[in-house]
């Protein structure tokens, strides 16, 4: 997982970031898909993917995501318009905390595929482990 800051560019009209491949992420975006309307306390996520990887933002208002990759739980405030987490293959996450009003958007570089969820979190440790 990496932090990575946008570009913003900032002028008297207000802010415009973007973010393209390879010069922002790390890998061809596959898919777009975004997160919102979130009831109060919900939790998404619960899951890894084997081999899909994502870019994830808070467009609007703010939520925290909860990775693991297998040894160590790292919590993430995402809360900026302009910076994000890349987060590679096996790695646990969840989004919480959602505030009122908040957009997540999520770039992936593979097509929905639930064959590439791992849904069990014994199951994930256990591949995890394996693969190092
Ligand atoms: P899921 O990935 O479990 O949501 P989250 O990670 O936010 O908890 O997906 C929820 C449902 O939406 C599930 O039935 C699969 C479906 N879905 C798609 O059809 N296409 C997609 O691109 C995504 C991300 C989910």
């Known amino acids: 997982m990496k932090k990575i800051e946008l570009p913003k560019i900032q002028d008297?009209?207000?802010?415009?970031s973007f973010f393209e491949y390879p010069n922002q992420i790390p890998f061809e975006i596959e898919r777009?898909?975004?997160?919102?309307?979130?009831?109060?306390?919900?939790?998404?996520?619960?899951?890894?993917?084997?081999?899909?990887?994502?870019?994830?933002l808070a467009?609007?208002?703010?939520?925290?995501?909860?990775?693991?990759d297998g040894k160590k739980e790292t919590i993430i405030s995402l809360n900026r318009s302009h910076v994000g987490i890349f987060i590679s293959?096996?790695?646990?996450?969840?989004i919480r905390n959602f505030s009122t009003?908040?957009?997540?958007?999520?770039v992936s570089d593979k097509k929905y595929d639930e064959n590439d969820y791992i849904r069990d979190y014994?199951?994930?440790?256990?591949?995890?482990?394996e693969s190092i």
């Open 101 to 106: 009003n908040s957009l997540a958007l999520v």
């Open 32 to 56: 777009t898909y975004w997160i919102y309307d979130v009831p109060n306390g919900e939790i998404r996520g619960g899951h890894a993917f084997k081999e899909q990887q994502e870019f994830i």
């Open 89 to 94: 293959k096996l790695v646990w996450r969840e």
């Open 59 to 68: 467009l609007s208002g703010s939520f925290d995501l909860v990775l693991h």
């Open 122 to 129: 014994n199951k994930f440790l256990k591949l995890s482990n």
């Open 12 to 16: 008297s009209r207000g802010n415009l």
